[in-house]
């Protein structure tokens, strides 16, 4: 069984267009994350959510709005999509918000053209 | 959380010991040492930490100077699946805001057949 599942793994729009990245752990974990890693592959923090509570929110474009619907799932969605976003993004989930081992997914691959 | 740095990139010998080098002077007296990895296309892996005590596990050891200042990493029997590329990243372990890994740009570890 997958603990970090994120969907899709590849996600190919245009420019303008809303979408939205599915992110399920089934580890049992309080907190959840979203990392994005750019074209030069730094690899930065965007959000965390622990039992369903937004507790990390780094400077990012308030076109990005994380769901957790349960503390099973974050959502990721991105309105108004800019070529910039291109990305590979990351789910993450730890036991609770001080865990010392994050798990991650296995990323998905936006492209905006 | 303090800045590390790694070389950009090493060889190893398949079967040879890989010894990953890290510098993190700034480093203050509640921050921990983390290693994870991150192999071409997938999320990144959590390998080890330490505060100030050597680690092992079954994926690695982790030897910390005495004024950790430095760490290395070590992969006692390196295969060609370990080629990655190897991120140190030093951190406080308290929850809230504070959780979250700050990724530099780590050291990409070619092992050679």
């Known amino acids: 069984d997958t603990a970090v599942s994120q969907t899709p793994k590849y996600l190919v729009t245009q420019m303008g267009n809303d979408k939205s990245i599915k992110c399920e752990q089934n580890?049992?974990?309080?907190?959840m994350y979203w990392y994005k890693q750019d074209s030069k592959k730094f690899l930065k923090i965007m959000f965390s959510?622990?039992?369903?509570?937004?507790?990390i929110n780094e400077t990012v474009p308030n076109r990005f709005s994380p769901k957790s619907p349960d503390k099973a799932h974050l959502n990721l969605h991105i309105n108004s999509l800019e070529l910039g976003d291109s990305a590979v993004y990351f789910c993450?989930?730890?036991?609770?918000?001080?865990?010392?081992?994050?798990?991650f997914g296995q990323g998905t691959r936006l492209t905006v053209v | 959380d303090a800045k590390t740095t790694q070389p950009p990139s090493m060889d190893c010998a398949e079967g040879r010991a890989a010894n990953l080098p890290c510098n993190h002077s700034?480093?203050?007296?509640?921050?921990?040492v983390y290693w994870y990895r991150q192999i071409h296309s997938q999320g990144p892996q959590y390998i080890i930490h330490?505060?100030?005590n050597n680690e092992t596990n079954e994926m690695a050891s982790l030897i910390i100077t005495e004024d950790r200042k430095s760490s290395t990493l070590i992969l006692p029997h390196a295969t060609l699946r370990d080629t990655a590329v190897y991120y140190c990243?030093?951190?406080?372990?308290?929850?809230?805001?504070?959780?979250?890994?700050?990724f530099g740009t780590g050291t990409l570890l070619a092992v050679q057949p």
């Open positions: 700034t480093i203050s007296g509640n921050e921990y």
């Open positions: 330490g505060l100030k």
């Open positions: 580890l049992g974990h309080d907190t």
């Open positions: 993450a989930s730890s036991q609770e918000a001080g865990a010392t081992e994050a798990f």
């Open positions: 959510y622990n039992n369903k509570e937004l507790i």
């Open positions: 990243i030093v951190r406080v372990n308290y929850g809230g805001a504070t959780n979250k890994l700050i």
